[in-house]
């Protein structure tokens, strides 16, 4: 029988949350894996900025603190104003990010300080092509911040996927093998080969009950012990004979009591007809009627 068919509801669910989570887990490091830390990003600009200066000939201003102004937009602003070639900029940038890696598409503006306009302005873009205007432009003495873009990439996470496919997958396995399964039984025809016990059909090879619409399985110990019964009616089983054949012939070492719960579990299966009895002989074993 499939694996899953064999599973119960509880375990199903159980296995599935356990395979939520995990993959969860797994996308959340995936992204994490993906992103640059803070820190060594406010380093790469930073350097970025030292270069500027020093293509400009100024070696003692300093580049101020980089400034976050979102999410994925940064700022590097100078301690004096100072004048240079646009691709100097455009190169600068590329080189740094080719280092560094901290991220393949993006797009720079250069603003001027009092104005509060954009002078110059590229983008980097892989997929897109790059957009490089105004090369070769010299740019004057003035107060200038450069404000980049990091643009970020719209990978697809396969691990998302899963996480809707997976639950979804085991959920319509079970359904399905749930569906075969019932109507494999109830195909099941009389001339299969049965036990008639009072009002119920016992087909052993099936380890099921049927009685009316209604299927009850089995385990395959309480399948032997109620064939056991079967071919013993209204004689005493010893407890031995039981312990024997459904443990022991395995290997399997139990006590006594094994034998009560097996019967106590079979009692409930056969519940619906009253005609059917397990009757304990004290020191000795069962005795199974049908009256």
């Given amino acids: ?6 599973m119960k509801p509880f375990t199903l669910i159980g296995s599935s949350i356990l395979i939520l989570v995990i993959l969860v887990f797994a996308a959340a490091f995936n992204s994490k894996k993906d992103e640059i830390p803070e820190k060594h990003l406010e380093v790469v600009l930073r350097d970025l900025g030292h270069q500027l200066l020093l293509s400009a000939k100024d070696s003692t201003s300093r580049v101020l603190p980089v400034k976050k102004l979102n ?10 104003d100072f004048a240079f070639i646009s691709d100097t900029l455009i190169n600068i940038v590329q080189r740094t ?12 503006n250069l603003r001027n300080c009092k104005q509060n306009e954009t002078v110059f302005a590229f983008e980097i873009n892989n997929k897109k092509g790059n957009l ?12 200038y911040v450069v404000e980049i873009e990091l643009l970020k990439k ?4 396969f691990i998302w996927l899963l996480l809707l496919i997976i639950p979804l997958a085991i959920g319509g396995l079970y359904a ?3 569906f075969l399964k019932k109507e494999g039984q109830d195909s099941i025809a009389d001339t299969a080969g049965y036990i008639q016990l009072g009002r119920f059909k016992f087909y052993a090879d099936n380890n099921v009950l049927k009685t009316g619409d209604k299927t009850i399985d089995l385990s395959e110990k309480e399948t032997k012990a109620l064939k056991i019964f079967a071919e013993n009616s209204n004689q005493i089983v ?8 459904i443990w022991e012939d395995k290997g399997l070492v139990v006590i006594s009591r094994n034998v009560d719960v097996l019967v106590s579990k079979l009692r409930k299966k056969l519940v619906d007809d009253n005609s059917i009895k397990f009757i304990n002989v004290p020191g000795r074993g069962y005795k199974f009627v049908i009256e």
């Fill in 97 to 108: 990010f080719q280092k560094n890696a901290p991220a393949s598409d993006y797009i720079v």
């Fill in 71 to 80: 999410e994925n937009l940064y700022q590097i602003s100078f301690q004096n």
């Fill in 238 to 245: 010893e407890r031995e004979k039981l312990m024997k054949e």
């Fill in 132 to 143: 490089t205007p105004c090369r070769g432009r010299k740019l004057q003495t003035a107060c």
């Fill in 154 to 157: 719209n990978n697809f996470n």
């Fill in 1 to 6: 029988m499939n694996y899953f068919a064999r």
């Fill in 176 to 178: 399905k093998n749930k």
